[in-house]
């Protein structure tokens, strides 16, 4: 099976930057696309970013684009997600997700995270 564990949430002020991490189970993941998700209170799980299995490849949402950027580590199998000039819109539960190839919606990634909550104070 695939594991995944996010860290690195927490509160910070807006135009401030946090770097989430994603820790999987082992060996097993390195060939699968990651992405990041993040549902707000009362909203859809909504598509932040994702990565290829080899890194080569990205894609962001509109709404992150130069501010987040999104990175992997296959020999610590670890999916990283640098947030900069974090807005309160940003202010959400983060999910990171494993799956065979990348897609922006939730129901096409097979393997998800606990979720970490990311607050950003105004």
Known sequence: QV??????????QAGGSLRLSCAGSGRT??????GWFRQAPGKE????????????????ADSVKGRFTIS??????TVY??????????TAVY?????RTSTVV???????????QVTVSS
């Open 106 to 116: 939730a129901g096409g990634w097979g393997y998800w995270g606990q979720g970490t």
């Open 3 to 12: 594991q995944l564990v996010e860290s690195g949430g927490g509160l910070v």
């Open 45 to 60: 799980r909504e598509f932040v970013a994702s990565i290829s299995w080899s890194g080569g490849n990205t894609y962001y």
């Open 81 to 90: 997600l640098q947030m900069n000039s974090l807005k309160p819109e940003d």
């Open 95 to 99: 999910y990171c997700a494993a799956g």
């Open 29 to 34: 993941v390195r060939r699968y696309a990651m």
């Open 72 to 77: 992997r580590d296959n020999a610590k199998n």
